[in-house]
């Protein structure tokens, strides 16, 4: 018997250096382990890649301007992408939803460097002290407090297994945008930024309707609106503001592309903006002097959900599925060390 194992065994060490994979499965089933294999879609499985100009993982650093400090500040990539992913999400969401943001954060500053219009030479904006964009180091420990070694251990672990993985697409870090909650259904960058990206496309995220806060209400005086209207060039008539809102035209995702305002024709995202709506996706009613705005969703809607890729992650998929999800057509890679 001895002797038979052992002449397994060897056969087994041939098949090994030849077909890894196969010899992977054999030996497990003649060994009785049951754990399932790697998924096609984790990290053992991505392909590494070194495209043009992408900084090494260790040299690379973030040029950001801080708007509370007034200054561009450089911060070493493991702190910006920790940072982002702190500011975007509670640290005591699900491992794979956490990853995945990291995933996109980094991704998204390559696309900003790639792209960057500031004139201060940083690229992108964040506003550490108003817990946007990016957190630094003292601004963690005052937000996390006493549980802040143990928050970051966490992170940090999380952080570090995906620091090296990017989102591609045509050989160049893609737009991965991201937002909190979308209203059911993802939404078509040119609907919001006016070009088309071919892997920011509308996608199912139904999970997001059952998402805190999910629909929102927001109340406005005639006089709150008339002011906003201003910032746009409406000029809006006092005596009648019962006859301000007219027809909505929608988007295939149900978000509001444009609607008439004052006779006039105005963008979904426009008024979204002049009023500081949560989302696109609304309804206005008007009562006794002050207009109801109800959101459905929370952000631009382009990209990534927060809310679900937390839902995803709950439901057992991993980072590379809720990118995949979240952004067709790009490619997960890893760059090389």
């Known amino acids: 018997m001895k002797k038979l194992f052992l002449l397994i065994f060897a056969v087994l060490l041939v098949l090994g250096s030849a077909l890894p994979l196969?010899?992977?499965?054999?030996?497990?089933?003649?060994?009785?382990?049951?754990?399932?294999?790697?998924?096609?879609s984790s990290v053992p499985e991505l392909p590494t890649s070194q495209p043009k100009d992408l900084p090494s993982a260790d040299a690379e650093t973030f040029p950001v301007e801080d708007q509370s400090a007034g200054k561009v500040?450089?911060?070493?990539?493991?702190?910006?992408?920790?940072?982002?992913?702190?500011?975007?999400?509670?640290v005591s969401w699900p491992d794979e939803a956490l990853k995945a943001q990291a995933v996109a954060a980094h991704t998204y500053a390559l696309y900003c460097r790639d792209h960057a219009a500031l004139q201060s030479g940083a690229w992108l904006t964040v506003?550490?002290?108003?817990?946007?964009?990016?957190?630094?180091?003292?601004?963690l420990r005052s937000y996390w407090g006493t549980a802040y070694e143990q928050n970051y251990a966490r992170l940090s672990a999380l952080v570090d297994?995906?620091?090296?993985?990017?989102?591609f697409y045509d050989n160049a870090p893609a737009c991965t945008s991201y937002f909190a909650i979308s209203n059911g259904r993802t939404e078509a960058s040119e609907n919001v930024w006016g070009t088309a990206l071919p892997y920011l496309i509308p996608v199912d995220s139904g999970t997001d309707l059952s998402a805190d806060n999910y629909q929102y209400t927001a109340v406005f005086?005639?006089?709150?609106?008339?002011?906003?209207?201003?910032?746009?060039?409406?000029?809006?008539?006092?005596?009648?503001?019962?006859?301000?809102?007219?027809?909505?035209?929608?988007?295939s995702s149900g978000y509001t592309k444009s609607?008439?305002?004052?006779?006039?024709?105005?963008?979904g995202t426009a008024l979204r903006q002049a009023l500081g709506l949560r989302s696109t996706c609304f309804t206005v009613q008007y009562q006794s002097g002050n207009f109801s705005f109800t959101t459905r969703g929370y952000g631009h809607g382009v990209g990534l959900s927060q809310w679900g890729a937390k839902a995803m992650a709950e439901q057992d998929a991993d980072y590379a599925d809720i990118l995949a999800h979240y952004y067709p057509g790009t490619q997960l890679h890893r760059m090389g060390s």
């Open 161 to 167: 297994e995906v620091l090296n993985d990017l989102l």
């Open 73 to 90: 500040v450089q911060l070493s990539r493991r702190e910006y992408v920790l940072g982002a992913v702190a500011a975007e999400m509670p």
């Open 127 to 139: 506003d550490p002290a108003r817990r946007q964009g990016c957190l630094t180091e003292p601004v």
């Open 22 to 40: 196969a010899a992977y499965r054999v030996t497990r089933a003649v060994l009785g382990h049951t754990a399932p294999l790697p998924a096609a």
């Open 259 to 267: 609607l008439t305002v004052c006779g006039q024709t105005v963008s």
């Open 221 to 251: 005086s005639a006089a709150q609106v008339q002011q906003a209207f201003s910032g746009l060039g409406i000029t809006a008539d006092l005596t009648a503001p019962e006859s301000w809102f007219g027809p909505v035209e929608q988007t």
